[in-house]
């Protein structure tokens, strides 16, 4: 299984960029890289995943780098609702049609700044 | 909007008693997963199922059960509930399938369970 590795914890002022590291070095070529959150008593929510190519959607964009083996999810303008725990995982596949399940460490727990 | 519905946000149980967790998706899932969270320790997997009927352990599936006798319902059982089993309970699904969109998973809000 490919394993992630994320910091503890993070800052990041209100208004500016959040940029969340992720190593994923033992990834394999077929393997997604996705990105949740989870804000207080919620259950988590997904934010985008990715493969080779860099991503962006309407919450946020995802930066892989060219060997796989990082990845960084950028929150372009964090507000204070962006505060949260934030998980880096990545795909397992359980068999042949795709089918998969997908392993949570502990994430990065955000916190945004006034 | 499309949701994954947990019966109970909060339940407190005795050590021994028999305890259901139920899950409901409105999404036409075809798989389903428990997970536990636990401080320190972040999500675990407990079981899931990629089918009607059928069913796979996951990473701690001990002193668990699960049904899934209907497509849209996936519970957990705890046959005799322990002290060790108070924890978040969390229930998921994804629609399945190999496009890279299809294993996006939808989590419900959470069971918190105590067991005294």
């Known amino acids: 299984d490919a394993k992630t590795t994320q910091p503890t914890s993070m800052d990041c002022a209100e208004g500016r960029a959040a940029n969340l590291p992720c190593n994923h070095s033992t990834i394999s070529g077929n393997e997604y890289v996705y990105w949740y959150r989870q804000i207080h008593s919620q259950g988590p929510q997904y934010i985008i995943h990715g493969l080779k190519n860099n991503e962006t959607n309407e919450m946020a964009s995802l930066i892989i780098t060219e060997d796989r083996k990082s990845s960084t999810l950028i929150l372009p303008h964090a507000t204070l609702r962006d505060t949260a725990v934030y998980y880096c995982?990545?795909?397992?596949?359980?068999?042949?049609?795709?089918?998969?399940?997908?392993?949570f460490g502990t994430g990065t727990r955000l916190t945004i700044i006034p | 909007d499309v949701k994954v519905t947990q019966s109970s946000r909060y339940l407190v149980k005795r050590t021994g008693e028999k305890v259901f967790l139920e899950c409901v998706q409105d999404?036409?899932?075809?798989?389903m997963f428990w997970y536990r969270q636990d401080p320190g320790l972040g999500l675990r997997l407990i079981y899931f199922s990629y089918d009607v009927k059928m069913k796979e352990k996951g990473d701690i599936p001990e002193g668990y059960s699960v049904s899934r006798e209907k497509k849209e319902r996936f519970s957990l059982i705890l046959e005799s509930a322990s002290t060790n089993q108070t924890s978040m309970y969390l229930c998921a699904s994804s629609s399945g399938g190999q496009s890279s969109g299809a294993n996006v998973l939808t989590f419900g809000a959470g069971s918190r369970l105590t067991v005294l």
């Open positions: 999404m036409d899932h075809e798989n």
């Open positions: 995982i990545v795909r397992v596949p359980l068999d042949l049609i795709g089918n998969e399940k997908l392993t």
